[in-house]
Structures are given as C-alpha cells and as structure tokens.
T-cell receptor, first 112, second 113 residues
C-alpha cells in the first residue's frame, strides 16, 4: 500500500458548490498533514496544514483529520472557478525524519 | 522578499550530459528537498537534507546527486546515468522543526534534446 492515497479524479463541481477532497494514509504514526494547491505548470502552494484530530477552518477551506481512520480531507465551500487546480495531500511520516511524502493529487474543475 | 529561488526556469540537456539545477533560499530554513514531477503524477522525493553537510536519498535518487555546503543552497545534479530525466523539478524548504510546512520554488522544467 502506498503511503498516501488520493483518488486521482478528476472531480468536477458547479460554481458555488462544496468540493470534497479525500486522502488516506498507511503510516499510523504520521504526525503532520498538508494540503497543497497546484495550478497547471506552476509549483505547489500550501493552503492548509493540520496536526491534530478534528477540523481546521481557514476562510472557505476546511481541513479534517481523523487519525483513527487514517484519513485527511479538504472541503472547499462556495467553490470558485479560480479553485480549479490539482490538490495534493502530503504528510510527514513517523520516524523523526522531516521528509514530506505526497499523494498523486486530485484534479478539481469548478464550472461557472 | 524571503523565498526560494530555482534557476533556470527551463533547461535543455543533451544525451550524456550532466546538468545542475540551482536552489537557493533566504528563509533561514534548515531542511531542503528536491522533488520530481512527471505529467499527471504526484511529487516523488529525490533527495532531502535536514542540516548542512548532510543529506539523505529519497525514493528515486539513482542518477542524481546533491550537495549541501551552505544552509541557503541545495543544488541538484542530473547525471548522464539518469535515463529519463525529462520532468518538472521542484525544490522546497522547511524549518525542519517537527513536521512543519514546506514551501516551494517556482520549479525547473528539464527537457532532454
């Protein structure tokens, strides 16, 4: 099993809808979790980090972490066409190393 | 402005040639990383360094080499041993303290001609 699994999609939602992106991971000891947004041809941009169980909200974005079930999700409320991008889930695995492991990403399209 | 600078933005390599990609950061970060991204794929870790003069192989280190002589700099050399080097290369850094956030440079697109 890969360390970080994302449904590669693509996911298409209408403008104004809620987009839900999910990620599961295999290393139960993983401590830190991140969501990056990557526009086509550009480098990834950090949009959310979450370190403890529960929800973390930042504007239209909510990250949810459930360590018992080993999943992390990102909700985008009131989706806008400018949210159309690939969303990458990442984590730091157990073991004290600072390396960052990424999922393959989910392409989101928000239709006007 | 603080940030991570990668150069060049585009690079063309002939068969059998070594090329070096530059990555410089002025964020005073301890940890630096190199990733490779192929079309439609996620990021795969090539090398990472948590401290000056030390670095570790990632998942796909074969055909690549790095150095970390200064805290600010983490150059990546793509050697002739790397058989399929055409890809988008991304450098990142973090402060290296307990799984903190990593930030990326703008990337270098390498093409073999």
């Amino acid at each position: 099993q890969k360390e970080v699994e994302q449904n590669s999609g693509p996911l298409s939602v209408p403008e104004g809808a809620i987009a839900s992106l999910n990620c599961t991971y295999s290393d139960r000891g993983s401590q830190s979790f991140f969501w990056y947004r990557q526009y086509s041809g550009k480098s990834p941009e950090l949009i959310m980090s979450i370190y403890s169980n529960g929800d973390k909200e930042d504007g239209r974005f909510t990250a949810q972490l459930n360590k018992a079930s080993q999943y992390v999700s990102l909700l985008i409320r009131d989706s806008q066409p400018s949210d159309s991008a690939t969303y990458l889930c990442a984590l730091t695995p157990q073991g004290g190393s600072e390396k960052l492991v990424f999922g393959k990403g989910m392409k989101l399209t928000v239709n006007p | 402005d603080g940030g991570i600078t990668q150069s060049p933005k585009y690079l063309f390599r002939k068969e059998g040639q070594n090329v070096t990609l530059s990555c410089e950061q002025n964020l005073n970060h301890d940890a630096m990383y190199w990733y490779r991204q192929d079309p439609g794929q996620g990021l795969r870790l090539i090398y990472y360094s948590q401290i000056v003069n030390d670095f570790q192989k990632g998942d796909i280190a074969e055909g690549y080499s790095v150095s970390r002589e200064k805290k600010e700099s983490f150059p990546l050399t793509v050697t002739s041993a790397q058989k399929n080097p055409t890809a988008f290369y991304l450098c990142a850094s973090s402060d290296g303290q307990g799984g903190t956030e990593a930030f990326f440079g703008q990337g270098t697109r390498l093409t073999v001609v």
